[in-house]
Nanobody, 123 residues
Framework: QVQVVESGGGLVQAGGSLRLSCTASGLTFDTYAMGWFRQAPGKEREQVSC????????YSSDSMKGRFAISRDSSKNTLYLRINSLKPEDTAMYYCAARYEYCSGSWLEYKYWGQGTQVTVSS
């Protein structure tokens, strides 16, 4: 049984930083591309970043480049997202998701999802 569990969210002041973690079990971690998505109330789910199965490539939309850094540690089956210079508009539920082999910009193409971790940024 595949399990994906996010952690590391919380309440932080604008300008601060957070590191989110996501641990996956029940799958061969190295064969899955891993992505971070977020969804704010009343808004559509959007991709933050994705890292390829081997960890050699990362992808982010233009709006996400610069403050978000994705990484993975295959020895721990863990995905990370470092967020710097947090802004109130970063407030959202952040989700981790797995897709076999390759990244995709569409959340619909990710098979395994965690329950999310809430990030709230106060001004």
């Amino acid at each position: 049984q595949v399990q994906v569990v996010e952690s590391g969210g919380g309440l932080v002041q604008a300008g601060g930083s957070l590191r989110l973690s996501c641990t996956a079990s029940g799958l061969t971690f190295d064969t899955y591309a891993m992505g971070w998505f977020r969804q704010a109330p009343g808004k559509e789910r959007e991709q933050v970043s994705c890292i390829s199965s081997g960890g050699y490539s990362t992808y982010s939309s233009d709006s996400m480049k610069g403050r978000f850094a994705i990484s993975r540690d295959s020895s721990k089956n863990t995905l990370y997202l470092r967020i710097n210079s947090l802004k109130p508009e970063d407030t959202a539920m952040y989700y981790c998701a797995a897709r076999y082999e390759y990244c995709s910009g569409s959340w619909l193409e990710y098979k395994y999802w965690g329950q999310g971790t809430q990030v709230t940024v106060s001004s």
